[in-house]
């Protein structure tokens, strides 16, 4: 008798992705669209996808997505919501796109307590223009715009978005997972279930930020990679919950 041990999520399509070999995007993507599909929530979904390795993310699930401008998925969530309150809305945005020219829109959104969720994959770089520096880059960092690394005297120092998004009143459920190694990805498929269990249960905004390794622009293989994360950023980006409403702490999944 033969037991089904692996398939494609219904929220996937079978398209081949743009992502370059050993990046995690494909990872979140199947843990999202796997926690969609248990959720029985694909015909109420509406994604809004960002500019980054992302951009193409409508291509890749098998639900409804529009496209945002660069930084702006939480303001296009906002809207969607506000108009259509009985849909699931969720954002995917890298670093680049959410803790950069996008912070504003994020941060008034939690503030706000929009009941929406955001999906926020830190690599640590600008993954899809060369490398460049991202506010996540850490300090000591070599990027194409900080070939020496990071500077943090002229630089600045890199900014921790779980952290931030926390404080503000209208934020239910923050926390940050990682995608290097088994574990760590079920406790991200975990989170993925609750910030979206927040949504449908309108308690507020939730964001699940995720670890994420970005091999070609590392310059490491993936193995290296996964290792790299594990050794550098986990220590400059702590995993855990950063904020969690009292009503979420009573879901169980």
């Given at each position: 008798?033969?037991t089904?041990?692996?398939?494609?999520?219904?929220?996937?399509?079978?398209?081949?992705?743009?992502?370059?070999?050993?990046?995690?995007?494909?990872?979140?993507?199947?843990?999202?669209?796997?926690?969609?599909?248990?959720m029985?929530?694909?015909?109420?979904?509406?994604?809004?996808?960002?500019?980054?390795?992302?951009?193409?993310?409508?291509?890749?699930?098998?639900?409804?997505?529009?496209?945002?401008?660069?930084?702006?998925?939480?303001?296009?969530a906002?809207?969607?919501?506000?108009?259509?309150?009985?849909?699931?809305?969720?954002?995917?945005?890298?670093?680049?796109?959410?803790?950069?020219?996008?912070m504003?829109?994020?941060?008034h959104?939690?503030?706000r307590?929009?009941?929406?969720?955001?999906?926020?994959?830190?690599?640590?770089?600008?993954?899809?223009t060369?490398?460049?520096?991202?506010?996540?880059?850490?300090?000591?960092?070599?990027?194409?715009?900080?070939?020496?690394?990071?500077?943090?005297?002229?630089q600045?120092?890199?900014?921790?978005?779980?952290?931030?998004?926390?404080?503000?009143?209208?934020?239910?459920?923050?926390v940050?997972?990682?995608?290097?190694?088994?574990?760590?990805?079920?406790?991200?498929?975990?989170?993925?279930?609750?910030?979206?269990?927040?949504?449908?249960?309108?308690?507020?905004?939730?964001?699940?930020?995720?670890?994420?390794?970005?091999?070609?622009?590392?310059?490491?293989?993936?193995?290296?990679?996964?290792?790299?994360?594990?050794?550098?950023?986990?220590?400059?980006?702590?995993l855990?919950?950063?904020?969690?409403?009292?009503a979420?702490?009573?879901?169980?999944?």
């Amino acid at each position: 008798m033969e037991t089904l041990v692996y398939a494609r999520p219904a929220s996937l399509t079978e398209m081949p992705t743009h992502y370059c070999p050993g990046c995690t995007h494909g990872v979140a993507h199947r843990l999202i669209a796997e926690v969609i599909d248990e959720m029985n929530l694909r015909e109420r979904t509406i994604g809004v996808a960002s500019v980054g390795c992302s951009v193409f993310a409508y291509n890749y699930f098998d639900f409804d997505w529009v496209q945002a401008p660069h930084g702006r998925a939480p303001a296009m969530a906002t809207g969607i919501k506000r108009v259509l309150p009985d849909r699931l809305v969720i954002t995917y945005q890298g670093d680049g796109d959410m803790a950069s020219i996008g912070m504003g829109e994020v941060v008034h959104a939690a503030a706000r307590g929009e009941n929406i969720t955001v999906f926020f994959i830190n690599n640590a770089n600008y993954g899809m223009t060369g490398g460049q520096m991202a506010p996540t880059t850490l300090p000591g960092q070599k990027t194409t715009t900080s070939p020496h690394g990071r500077d943090v005297e002229t630089q600045g120092y890199p900014v921790r978005a779980a952290e931030l998004i926390s404080t503000l009143e209208g934020a239910s459920y923050v926390v940050r997972r990682s995608l290097h190694d088994p574990k760590n990805i079920r406790l991200a498929k975990k989170a993925i279930r609750l910030a979206l269990e927040t949504q449908v249960r309108g308690l507020g905004f939730s964001m699940v930020e995720l670890l994420s390794i970005c091999p070609t622009n590392w310059g490491m293989t993936p193995v290296q990679s996964l290792k790299w994360l594990e050794e550098h950023m986990i220590p400059y980006f702590p995993l855990g919950d950063y904020k969690v409403h009292p009503a979420v702490a009573e879901i169980k999944v």
